[in-house]
C-alpha cells in the first residue's frame, strides 16, 4: 500500500484564503432584551468592496462594530482573518492596527492640523514613549504628506480640522486610516450628506486605493444605486436581519439571494431613504 506523504507542518508559516471575513448565524444585543442583529450570515472576500445598505437603525453600524471588535456577539462566530475580533483577544489585538475604522462621527480632533490628524493612524507602529507624546519620526511624517496628497489634500496640511468642509474632512478620515497601512477598511456613511458629486470623488479615492492595495473595503450606505455603482457584493439589512445580497460586475447584476424582493422593491424601497 501506498504510503500517504505527509506535509511538513513548517511549510505552513501562514495562512491566507479567499475570505477574510465571515460570520455565521450571528445575534446581537444591545440590552438583552431584544436582537439588534438576526442570524447574520456573512462572507467577505479578500481585496472587494463590500457594501451594507439599511436605513436608519436597521443594524449597519453593529455589523463594523462587531467586525472591528468593539462589540461581541450574543451568538454565533465571526472571524477576521482567522481571528475572533475581541478588543481583550491578543490575538486580534495584534491585528488591529490593520484594520482601518471610520465611523460616522469620522473622530478627527477639531484643534490638530490635518497632518497631526493623519498622524495619528500611524501610532501603532511607534514605541510606547514616541506614542504617548506623539513624536513622530521624519519618515512617517513624509509617508503622511504623500497619503494627504494622494486624497486630495496637498498643500492643507496645517489646516486646523475645524477649518475644513465636509468632504475635505472626510479626506483627513481616510488619509488617517490609510496611515495605519490597513488589510481592511471600515467605513460607516463615509457619503452622508455629501452632494453626489463630492460623494463620487470619495468613492473613487477609497475604489482606487482599493484596487491598488489589494483592500478589502466594507462600507455601510443608505444609497443603494451607489452602492450598487461602486461594490463588488450589496448586503441589505432590514430591522436587524439580511433580507438579500447581491453580487455585481460592472453595471450587471450576477447573483440575487432572496425569495421576498425584486429588483425594483429593493431600489424603490431605498431610493426615497437615500434623499433623506
Request: charged share 25%; hydrophobic share 40%.
Amino acid at each position: 500500500m501506498k504510503q500517504l506523504q505527509m506535509t511538513s507542518p513548517s511549510s505552513f508559516s501562514q495562512i491566507t484564503t479567499q475570505k477574510i471575513i465571515q460570520m455565521n448565524d450571528v445575534w446581537t444585543s444591545y440590552d438583552s432584551k431584544s436582537y439588534a442583529l438576526k442570524g447574520i450570515n456573512i462572507s467577505i472576500d479578500r481585496g472587494t468592496n463590500y457594501a451594507i445598505v439599511g436605513q436608519s437603525g436597521s443594524g449597519k453600524s453593529t455589523l463594523l462594530k462587531l467586525m472591528n471588535g468593539m462589540m461581541t456577539p450574543s451568538k454565533g462566530t465571526i472571524k477576521v482573518d482567522y481571528q475572533t475580533p475581541n478588543v481583550n483577544n491578543k490575538k486580534f489585538k495584534l491585528m488591529m492596527h490593520k484594520i482601518g475604522y471610520i465611523p460616522q462621527s469620522l473622530g478627527l480632533i477639531k484643534n490638530l492640523t490635518v497632518l497631526e490628524n493623519t498622524l495619528i493612524g500611524s501610532l501603532p507602529r511607534l514605541g510606547k514613549f514616541q506614542s504617548m507624546f506623539k513624536i513622530f519620526p521624519e519618515e512617517e511624517i513624509q509617508e503622511a504628506k504623500k497619503i494627504l496628497s494622494q486624497v486630495g489634500l496637498g498643500g492643507k496640511e496645517e489646516r486646523k480640522a475645524y477649518m475644513l468642509s465636509g468632504g475635505e474632512k472626510r479626506r483627513v478620515a481616510i488619509a488617517r486610516a490609510f496611515m495605519q497601512k490597513p488589510t481592511i477598511l471600515l467605513a460607516d456613511e463615509i457619503v452622508s450628506e455629501l452632494d453626489h458629486h463630492t460623494a463620487r470623488e470619495i468613492m473613487n479615492l477609497i475604489a482606487d486605493a482599493q484596487k491598488r492595495l489589494n483592500l478589502t473595503a466594507i462600507m455601510v450606505h443608505h444609497d443603494m444605486q451607489l452602492a450598487l455603482e461602486y461594490a463588488n457584493r450589496v448586503a441589505v439589512i432590514k430591522e436587524g436581519e439580511k433580507i438579500l445580497e447581491i453580487g455585481v460586475e460592472g453595471d450587471k447584476i450576477v447573483d440575487f439571494q432572496t425569495g421576498d424582493f425584486t429588483t425594483q422593491e429593493i431600489m424603490e424601497m431605498y431610493s426615497d431613504e437615500s434623499k433623506k
